[in-house]
């Protein structure tokens, strides 16, 4: 439970620090250190994996002293931690508009688009998720067993509600967000294979937007909508 709550608390606490609106200009400067911080070694570990990543290739990437990395984070380990958590808390969020009131099609479609959104903004988030779990998720296990467990049985029990009162097709209502997520995931995670069959040197806008729309469409007409 404990190493569970540090996993999300950090992602909480970066949030809230960038929404205060009482904020000091420390904690400001603290914020968007952190930020580039987070983004650069997204970037790192999404190429070397976490043995292969370097505190002084984060601080480098993130044009901080690696000293800013030990202060803020600690170790290699911590801020290993803190980039999951902030990627699977922003892969989460969508999820909230998926409630038992909501118009079926509008829900799933938005949060469909926000996950393909994402993938094209934040691929590298992307890699290092799929790397963790590629080797057993030994840092994210219980959440996932927990927490994400929970909220995708939740979330399910809704989409099975829509089922039952017979405003969408009968669909697995728990396997449709394993298709939720390997469909849009993939652009992201093997971007360089869909580049290498379009004939592009890497997925641009123009490519993001058909492929939503591919993905959006296939997924809503799956459960008749």
């Excluded at 420390?26 to 952190?34: M, P, Y």
């Excluded at 998926?98 to 926000?114: F, G, K, N, S, V």
């Excluded at 089922?163 to 728990?174: E, N, S």
Aim: overall charge neutral; charged content about 20%.
């Amino acid at each position: 439970m404990k190493e569970r709550m540090t996993l999300t608390a950090k992602a909480a606490q970066t949030s809230a620090r960038a929404t205060g609106p009482e904020a000091s200009s420390k904690g400001l400067i603290r914020q968007t250190n952190e930020a580039l911080i987070l983004l650069a070694a997204e970037r790192v570990f999404a190429r070397t994996g976490f043995s292969g990543a370097t505190m002084a290739a984060i601080s480098e990437g993130s044009g901080l002293p690696k000293a800013n990395l030990h202060y803020y984070f600690g170790s290699k380990d911590v801020l290993y931690r803190a980039v999951l958590a902030r990627i699977l808390n922003d892969w989460l969020v969508p999820t909230h508009g998926i409630t038992q009131d909501a118009e079926p099609r509008a829900a799933l479609e938005q949060y469909i688009r926000a996950k393909m959104e994402l993938s094209a903004q934040r691929p590298d988030g992307s890699k290092v998720f799929a790397n963790e779990l590629l080797h057993g998720a030994p840092v994210v296990k219980e959440l996932l067993s927990t927490e994400l467990r929970q909220l995708v049985i939740d979330k399910a029990t809704v989409v099975q509600g829509w089922i039952d009162a017979g405003r969408m097709a009968p669909v697995d209502a728990t396997h449709l967000f394993f298709t939720i997520w390997a469909a849009t995931q993939t652009y992201a995670d093997f971007d360089v294979q869909v580049s290498a069959v379009l004939g592009t040197e890497s997925l641009g806008p123009k490519d993001y937007a058909r492929a939503t729309e591919h993905v959006v469409g296939l997924i809503l007409r799956g459960c008749g909508l």
